[in-house]
């Protein structure tokens, strides 16, 4: 389970770095379980994602900040991007 959450910390990684490097915005969200980044779905296999304010990634690498909540099975892990320069943090919730 830590590891497809630390899959997905990876992909939120690579987001906030494409968003600088190719100056392109980027803004996450969720719609049942499932990721949405720029209007398109991204999944991550028997993994639910929750996000209750979009998250944005803007052009100058920095970013709004927000909360992605991810289920794997019965554990729960929170991943919190800091405003405004994106550090990630994952912590496991419990089961």
Known sequence: ASLKAEEVMVFISSLKRESFLYSEAKVLSSKDGVMIVNGKEKTFDDTSI??????????????????????????????????????????????
């Open 50 to 95: 929750q996000i209750d304010q979009p998250i944005e990634f803007y052009r100058n690498g920095t970013t709004s900040g927000g909360t992605l909540k991810i289920y794997v099975g019965d554990q729960a892990y929170t991943l919190n991007v800091q405003t405004p320069l994106g550090g990630i943090i994952l912590e496991r919730k419990g089961t």
